[in-house]
């Protein structure tokens, strides 16, 4: 399995959606967060999320992430096929661990071990030696400009730097696939739009398909794709592309 | 891969460690606990030991001299010489009571066990077997050899019922099953100790015996005064220790004895059997009791204080899964914690209860195999005790981690 994932791994980048339902609950109670969703994102580029409250946007990453079970369509990632009416893939931790990156709202940084190691802890969980996790995690905080705090405890963190190494740690383990929930909601619009600057940098860096789930008003402009979601149902829609230098 | 749960102590190592301290010295007690057991049947083992007999024999169906009440006449120990096998056979008598330091000396008084011996050089049966330091007792009264932990001193004055005796010897580690320690005095003194009235009995007595037809006969006029003496008089002991030869056993020697002078007779090991089977056994049970209670709550405050820990770090524990983290690491982390604070416990407790055992009244024995066998109990507790935790941890939703 993990080796068909590696084979042709530039291939392998892109996120394809296909008719995805979510159906949580059962009978009266039943709700259908998601009805028919159709998504697709090239690996490199960055596309907006967008959409009311209730309408699926949490239960989409969830879907995408591995963390809940879809009801019903096609997921891929490349060419391997990750659902499709069912999981195609035995092991979720591991494709969570080696394929896709999460930022969240608040940073949810590992109070107790230092910046490198809450980054570096990902490669080791991966099997790799202790040493050449950190330095990799020690690389990306470089290119995240918080090489210098990379002795500190999350706790001795600014929050706009603690989001920087929360997305180092989604970085290092080079996933195809990054998903980010609200990533610059307590963030300030400079910060706000570094954020997106940096993601995009890494998109094309490291050939990421990133969604960036968001109701940020300041970072919406700047995406060149958005996809719409109501009522369960996406609507593609291209946005401004505005730079954000 | 680095250590999860030990980075998550060293970063909440206070209150680690505050916890690690409480919880030791609740095993400190524990240990102690133990340790009082172990005292207890050391302490009956050296009074078996000390007493430097292979034979007791004691008054017929009792468990004498010292779970039951045993009287033997004093002449007895000459009829047990002659049996083939005997080497030295002596009286002893016991008494457990208050012996009073001389009111010119401060008048405290003292719990101790009086035990009667024929004056006799060390090794004999009954003597302390060494002494600290003085002599042994060589008059037939009013001398005493003392146990230092009755706080006597070399020459000093004491009191036992109505005679004063000169503390001529200290000995060490001479107690009584109940660790009380002992006094030695002549056994004449002793066996008048255990009988001697006060003054006012002593007259009434005297009068009832006068009043009695039946011994102020006219025609026998020495009759009352020979009753009155010979009730004045205590021919009787607790027991009588044997010493057997070198080449027969124990048991060789005390069937002839059972048989032909139809008396109890236990050897040592038989003997240990009452001291530990009978004598202590309900505080044994008494201390197993405590034992369970104390690993019961142990248990119960792993449990409650990982328990908690764990609860406090869900939203950690929802990022790890969500980042690809093995249940067995997340149970590994909450295990190897519980194990942890298991070990600041137990060395906490060790070294309390090895700093308070000495202060106890009592002689606590704190054997290493005890330890060893409270540490493992620590470990199997902790290891149950975080069971809970980690079924808590591994319910843990990773979505929890994305929120809504
Ligand atoms: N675990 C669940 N069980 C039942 N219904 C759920 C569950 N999670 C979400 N829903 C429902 O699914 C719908 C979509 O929820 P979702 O969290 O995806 O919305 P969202 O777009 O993320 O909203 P918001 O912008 O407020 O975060 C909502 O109607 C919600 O009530
Ligand atoms: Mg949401």
Partial sequence: ?245 | MISLAGRDIMHAWGKFVFTGVGLGLLIGVTLTMAGVYRGMVDDAKALLDNSGADLWVVQKDTLGPYAESSSLYDDVYRSILGISGVARAANITYLTMQVREAASEGGRDVRAMVVGVVAGGPGEPGQPSYLVSGRQITRGHYEAVADIATGFQLGQRIQIRRNHYTVVGLTRRMVSSGGDPMVFIPLKDAQEAQFLKDNDAIVQQRRRTAGNPAFNRPGVPDLLSQVIASQSTNSFVNAVLVQIKPGVTAEEVAEPIRRWKRLQVYTRTQMEGILVGKLIATSAKQIGMFLVILAIVSAAIVAFIIYTLTLGKIREIAVLKLIGTKNRTIAGMIMQQAVGLGVIGFVVGKVAASFWAPIFPKYVLLEPGDAIRGFFAVMVICVLASLLAIRAALKVDPAEAIGG
């Fill in chain 1, 1 to 245: 399995m993990a080796d068909n994932l590696l084979i042709g791994e530039h291939l392998a980048k892109g996120i394809n959606i296909e008719g995805l339902r979510k159906r949580y609950g059962e009978g009266d109670t039943a709700v259908d967060a998601l009805k028919e969703v159709n998504m697709r994102v090239a690996p490199g580029e960055v596309v907006g999320l967008v959409g009311p409250s209730g309408s699926g946007k949490s239960t989409l990453l969830k879907c995408l992430g591995a963390v809940i079970e879809p009801t019903a369509g096609r997921m891929t990632l490349g060419e391997q096929v990750i659902y499709d009416n069912g999981w195609k893939i035995g092991d979720l931790r591991a494709l969570r661990r080696d394929k896709i990156g999460f930022v969240f709202q608040a940073p949810y940084l590992i109070p107790f071990l230092d910046v490198t190691d809450n980054v570096a802890l990902l490669p080791m969980l991966a099997g790799h030696p202790n040493a050449e996790s950190r330095s990799r995690a020690l690389a990306l905080l470089q290119a995240l400009d918080v090489a210098h705090r990379a002795k500190a405890m999350p706790s001795q963190l600014s929050g706009g730097e603690q989001q920087r190494v929360s997305i180092a740690r989604a970085l290092v383990n080079r996933p195809p696939v990054i998903l980010a929930d609200e990533p610059t909601a307590p963030l300030d619009s400079e910060r706000a739009l570094a954020v997106i600057r940096i993601l995009n940098q890494m998109a094309l860096q490291y050939e990421t398909a990133i969604i960036v789930v968001t109701h940020d008003e300041k970072i919406i402009p700047t995406f060149k794709r958005i996809y719409h979601i109501r009522d369960g149902k996406t609507h593609e829609e291209a946005g401004e592309g505005r730079p954000f230098e």
